[in-house]
């Protein structure tokens, strides 16, 4: 899927558009190999498409030169009209490697209408996971690139993010764990009483808080753990916008989380992350790395279903994890995590 090899560039000005319109964990999995783009390419102009109520993921980093958007549009003739209005617009930018990270009609019509002199598309088919499937497309053109995960991020929302956990009573001296109680569906909720426990562990050894950050739709969850935690939780629901949660997580020393988009958020920051998947199929959908656990369904008859409701009717691919399990699996990625070893391979549970 190329015109020819990243090689044949030496001597031009490196241009480059990368394409990722949505979801918010899938744009999150390209950051650390865009990164990692800017690392070998530092006085490259590096820009990105994607979708408008995704593109402040990508606008808190100082990591793109531009974030340019497209609209989110319910209809087909809407996508279309968008598509050829970009189509007319973009070759004026004269980007000279297009990398097409969503490989669907529209990302197609923009990509023709560039000409690049380098191109690749994203296999959307490929039983690869989504990280790997981004580095396989890259490798198609010779590019070679490992994932960074050193982030920078502008001012503005290093400011805004600790001005909020200050606010919202973090005392500065305990660390901070992240609590995402946040999968869409029943089989992708561990126990929120489950979550209760495990934090109660661990605050028999630890100085910690945890945070719990994300949209209304888990403030019933973010209540309840309230509750039960009292001033060792610190409630951001509903309280950032996206680059301001992706900003706090930098604060973070871990996150214990369902399957969403903060979650790859959390594996693109290169937080220690301990992954809980349930009916989510892992073998597409895993974050990959040595900062990374995940506990998954794959070993049962039934597992990797992608069903929003469970057959038997008890989610056993979760409730059989318990917060103990969990609690081992969370101080080993630690203690490995302070060991300093790189973030590369894949060493899932």
Known sequence: MKSRSILHLAGDRVSILVIRLHAVGDVAITIPYCQGLRNRFPSAQIDLLTRE????LASALTLFDNVRTFPYCSSRYGRLYHTLRNSWEFPKHGYNIVLDLQGNWITKMIRRSLVPKIWCQFDRYSPLSAADRVRATLHEIGLDVEPSCALRF???YEMKAQVLLRENGWNEHASLIVLNPAGLWKTRNWQIENYVS??????RHHDTQF??????????HARYLQEHLGKNLIDLVSKTSLAEAFCLLQYSAAMVTEDSGLMHMAWASGIPTVV??????????????THVRCFHSGDLPCGDCGQPTCRYDDVHCLTRFEPHMIL????????????NIPVNGDNQK
Do not use: C, M, Y
């Open 276 to 289: 809980l998947f349930g009916s989510t199929d892992h073998r597409q959908s895993r974050p990959i790395g």
């Open 328 to 339: 081992e699996t969370l101080q080993q990625l630690l203690d490995t995590a302070s060991q």
């Open 154 to 156: 502008e001012n503005k």
């Open 198 to 203: 495990l934090a109660n562990l661990w605050l």
């Open 211 to 220: 945070i719990i950050v994300g949209t209304p739709r888990i403030a019933e």
């Open 53 to 56: 109520d995704i593109a402040p």
